[in-house]
């Protein structure tokens, strides 16, 4: 999964990636952001804004800086911007892996259906950790290898048919936080067999 495939992928998603991944997407990512205690003139990075579904639930006194690799999406997310008059949103093309912020400079970060998608997801999450400032939030919401396993079984053979459709499958979290030294305070599901978790991390330095 390297960096051209990926933007290959997502430019051929990006005209219907709002019609097919709304109705599944959308009401996480919103669980999510309710829940982040934004305050007013909070800096927050949202990593891999695609189109920008989740741009209309982050409050108007903040500022929201939303990146992805895909400039096809970044284009419906800028149509979304201006139709909504959002002034307090930047959208840049960039690199989850290789992001262009100093060090310490947002209260928090958010990655939705990202992780997986990314070509090195350690050093996505080590860039996180360094440009959100101690002690704050950086909160994940990915699809993550099951612990039961039968059905990381089922993944693992399911993982070469989902990388042609944009992500991996095999991606475990336990992994994942030893890795990049991420201290993960909760993990949980909206529903019993939901395929998808949000992860509450604490940025530790």
Not at 103 to 113: E, I, K, Q, S
Request: aromatic content about 8%.
């Amino acid at each position: 999964m390297d960096h051209d495939s990926i933007k290959k992928i997502y430019h051929n998603y990006s005209n219907v990636y709002d019609f097919m991944f709304k109705l599944l997407f959308y009401p996480r990512q919103r669980h999510a952001i309710q829940n982040m205690n934004i305050r007013p003139n909070d800096r927050i990075l949202d990593v891999g804004i695609g189109t920008g579904l989740t741009l209309p639930l982050y409050p108007r006194d903040c500022r929201v800086t939303g990146i992805d690799l895909s400039r096809s999406m970044l284009q419906k997310a800028e149509r979304k911007k201006r139709k909504h008059r959002m002034d307090h949103v930047t959208l840049m093309e960039m690199d989850a892996c290789n992001l262009q912020f100093p060090v310490d400079h947002f209260d928090h970060v958010l990655a939705t259906f990202v992780i997986s998608v990314v070509p090195d997801p350690v050093k996505a999450v080590a860039e996180m950790k360094r440009v959100c400032k101690p002690g704050q939030p950086i909160v994940l919401v990915n699809h993550f290898l099951s612990e039961k396993k039968m059905i990381a079984r089922a993944e693992e053979l399911l993982d070469p048919v989902c990388r042609k459709l944009g992500w991996r499958a095999t991606l475990a979290l336990p992994d994942l936080a030893e890795a990049s030294g991420l201290q993960v305070d909760s993990c949980f599901r909206m529903k019993k067999f939901d395929p998808w978790s949000i992860v509450i991390a604490t940025n530790t330095k």
